[in-house]
């Protein structure tokens, strides 16, 4: 994992899949962090895409200036699915080549390291920097843009049991994650809602209904479930299903969507994304590569990448327990 350590000049850095709150952060912590080591940067823009096309330009102090409270990131992102072939990989190479790039720091999510490990093991230095807000990253407890997903998704969870409240309904409110359940339970649990659905367990649409309609019994004057987006079946599908079933409530479903990417980074977010852009350039000076910069407690430690894209992360069962235990 450490390599002779050569001498880094210029850096390349870049922000890949789907973007994150304090993604601008760890762009201006990576460049800020060379330069203070006479480290030239240059940002690619649009991920692997302009890897691929060579589209890369020079980050400087006064340009990462302002961005620290910005949602998105300034270098833009893409899916691209031309990186997965070996083609597109050694035209990067040969792009990495002609800039006379030394190294680079890629942030992005599973797929993002996937491609980061194809380059680091065709020699090029490579940096992971976790960064997706489904949490769904082995080996680091928290990505970049996780803190900033859950709290705008309490914010609307609380917003929707007003109102739900108001009218004696049940919401079905639909989370982002993919294929993990991560989000959907830590916000089941804070914002206390019946029921929590996540793809890693099975509750059929039946043991929805009955949940809803004991919250009714007890006298509650709502009922909110939080649904991940990879349950099954689909959450519209689920509503119009629970709908039409004698549960005491009438049911309304509210898909939250992106919104859930966009805004600016809270606290934590920028400070674990700043963390995690200083780290990533320290890791490089030492002659690190092919490593992810993962949270492990409190500090910031070196993962080999592979072990990371080989593992899945599990949901601690504490949480789904928890989550169950407390909607009473
Ligand atoms: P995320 O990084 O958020 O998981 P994606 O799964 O879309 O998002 O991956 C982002 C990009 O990473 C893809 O568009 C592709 O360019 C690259 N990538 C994903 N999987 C691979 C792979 N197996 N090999 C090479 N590149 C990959
Ligand atoms: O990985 C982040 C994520 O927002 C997932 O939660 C979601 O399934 C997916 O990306 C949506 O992707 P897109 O923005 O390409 O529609």
Redo the contacts with the bound molecule.
């Keep these: 994992m450490n390599e002779p350590v050569k001498s880094i000049k210029k850096i390349a850095v870049m922000t890949?899949?789907?973007d994150a709150p304090g993604m601008n952060p760890f762009i201006r912590a990576v460049v800020r962090t060379a330069y203070a080591n006479n480290i030239t940067v240059l940002g690619v823009e649009r991920?692997?895409?302009g890897l691929i096309q060579g589209k890369f330009r020079e980050l400087r102090i006064r340009e990462v200036g302002g961005i620290l409270q910005r949602g998105g990131t300034i270098l833009q992102t893409?899916?691209?699915?031309?990186?997965?072939e070996a083609g597109s990989?050694r035209e990067a190479l040969r792009h990495i080549n002609n800039a006379e790039i030394d190294a680079l720091v890629v942030a992005?999510?599973?797929?993002?390291?996937?491609?980061a490990l194809?380059l680091a093991q065709k020699g090029v230095p490579v940096i992971g920097v976790p960064?997706?807000i489904?949490n769904d990253i082995y080996g680091t407890d928290m990505c970049i843009g996780v803190d900033t997903a859950l709290n705008t998704i309490v914010d609307a969870i609380d917003k929707l049991r007003d109102t739900a409240s108001s009218h004696n309904r049940a919401f079905l409110v639909e989370t982002m994650g993919r294929t993990s359940g991560y989000l959907a339970v830590q916000a089941g649990i804070i914002t206390g809602a019946e029921l929590v659905l996540i793809p890693e367990h099975k509750t059929p649409p039946r043991e929805v209904a009955q949940a809803i309609e004991e919250a009714y019994r007890r006298g509650k004057t709502h009922a909110i479930v939080v649904v991940a987006e990879g349950y099954k079946p689909p959450t519209t599908e689920l509503g119009a299903m629970i709908d039409a079933m004698d549960i005491g409530f009438t049911t309304r479903v509210t898909i939250l969507g992106h919104v859930q990417r966009g805004g600016k980074p809270t606290a934590f977010d920028r400070m674990l994304a700043t963390r995690f852009g200083v780290k990533a350039v320290q890791f490089l000076l030492e002659g690190k590569s092919a490593v992810m910069t993962a949270l492990s407690g409190r500090e910031i430690i070196p993962l080999p990448m592979e072990e990371v894209i080989n593992h899945k992360k599990v949901i601690a069962n504490d949480y789904i327990e928890m989550a169950s235990m407390l909607a009473r």
Excluded: N, V
């Design positions: 890949s899949g789907g991920g692997y895409e893409a899916r691209c699915t031309e990186f997965r990989q992005g999510g599973d797929g993002s390291l996937t491609g194809k960064a997706s489904d």
